[in-house]
Every structure is written in structure tokens, then in C-alpha cells.
């Protein structure tokens, strides 16, 4: 099996930092493109940043120059660096990725359980 965790969630003031992390971890044989995502109550999940196995990294609008997505190939582990957080920026944050299982020729993706961030003065 495969499971994604992630850690570093909280509760922060407008304007300040969290650094996510997100780590893959079973039979893992290859992973391809690393990604986060967020839910706010009542909304739909939207997509925050990704990052392929290259390390070429894709943003959403409402996160350019703000947040900064990572990844560490060797520890299977993706990273989620938001600044100048707004309260807007409130949500449950996902990560995402696309693995392929050893012994499996396919690829899919797998979610983690989520963490919350909540930004408030």
C-alpha cells in the first residue's frame, strides 16, 4: 500500500509563514507529479501547486509570489512554503500524487488526509 501524510499545519496571524510537508511513503516504485490542494468549508477543492518529478513547478494565481511548492526525491516528500498568509488562505490543504506501485504498471493518485491551516488574527 501507499500513504501520504502531511504535518505543519496551524494556526497563524495574517501575514505570517507555515512551512507543509507531505511524505509518501509504501511500495513505492516511481512518483511522478507532486501536488497540493485546498478546501475551504462550503467550497470545492481547487488547486494550490505542482511539481513534476523534474521539478518544475506550476501555481495557482491566488498563490504566485506568496507560496512556494518543493519536493525531496530522495525522502519522497513534497513541501508546501506559504508566506504572507491571508485569511482567505483558510482551508484544509491536500497533497497530491501521482505513484506508481512496484510491481504495477499503472499510475494513480493518492490523496493524504489533509491538514488545517487557519489564518486569523
Known amino acids: 500500500q501507499v500513504q501520504l501524510v502531511e504535518s505543519g499545519g496551524g494556526l497563524v496571524q495574517p501575514g505570517e509563514s507555515l512551512r507543509l510537508s507531505c511524505a509518501a511513503s509504501g511500495s513505492i516504485f516511481r512518483i511522478y507529479t507532486m501536488g497540493w490542494y485546498r478546501q475551504a468549508p462550503g467550497e470545492q477543492r481547487e488547486l494550490v501547486a505542482t511539481?513534476?518529478?523534474?521539478?518544475?513547478?506550476n501555481y495557482a494565481d491566488f498563490v504566485k509570489g506568496r507560496f512556494s511548492i518543493s519536493r525531496d526525491n530522495a525522502k519522497n516528500t513534497v513541501y508546501l512554503q506559504m508566506n504572507s498568509l491571508k485569511p482567505e488562505d483558510t482551508a484544509v490543504y491536500y497533497c497530491n500524487a501521482d505513484i506508481q506501485r512496484r510491481g504495477y504498471i499503472n499510475t494513480r493518485p493518492y490523496w493524504g488526509q489533509g491538514t488545517q491551516v487557519t489564518v486569523s488574527s
Open positions: 511539481i513534476t518529478s523534474a521539478s518544475s513547478a
